[in-house]
């Protein structure tokens, strides 16, 4: 995500990244002349509600890149944007397409098309989505870290929409053993025990025919619904400044 400082504009940022992409260019760094591109193209998408330009944005570049890991970079960046706005099918193609060539990408960039896939085709197609979200989890088994405790338990919300059950609450456990490992209570760490907390209640509930585990309340803000995958719209506002 990306926050702007205090002060800035869009204008101000859009110009540092494009320099930011004319100088790799330059130099034959096409990698990170495609974050560059991905990064003005999240800025035009989320920040500035410009999503049109940001999507030719980054379907002019793929046309123009010849590595797989830059491909991959400017993929996964238009199916993440499709799949904010909820366009389920556009977004699946291009981060299926994203995986395919993201053997040479770094593992943060797999993780996230594994996942984003993962959630876009599991409206339709629940088993894919299981196996979407596994793929994740074995990509991220290298990283130690809270980010793998949210994969965790993205698989393990995705196969328990599956029906498997009994799956869900193993990949749970898993991550509840990895959380508590981390000898960590960073404020990320403790929304996603939180989040882990809500998951299990709602499994567990399950089996007994109601939604929460009686004698187990929730968090405060936090409501009996099932748990739901997948990122949330971000509401940033159109000028940074300010903060």
Known sequence: EINAPVGLCWDTIHERLDTLALRSARMGFEYLWACAIQAKATVLCEYEHRFDEGIGL???????????????????GIGRQFLLRNQHDFASGYLLGALEVSSTAGTLLRVRAAMEASRAVGLTDAKAAVRLAGQAVV??????????????????IAQFLSGDVLAATRTLDNAAGFALTLGTSTDDWKALILLLRHVCGYIVGSFQGRRLVQGVPLPEGHD?????RGPRPPAHPADPRGG
């Open 139 to 156: 990509y991220a088994e290298e990283m130690e870290d809270v980010t793998r405790i949210g994969i965790l338990g993205e698989l393990a």
């Open 58 to 76: 980054l379907e002019s570049a793929v046309t123009r890149v010849g590595e797989d890991a830059s491909r991959a970079v400017l993929l996964e």
């Open 224 to 228: 009996p619904r099932a748990p739901a």
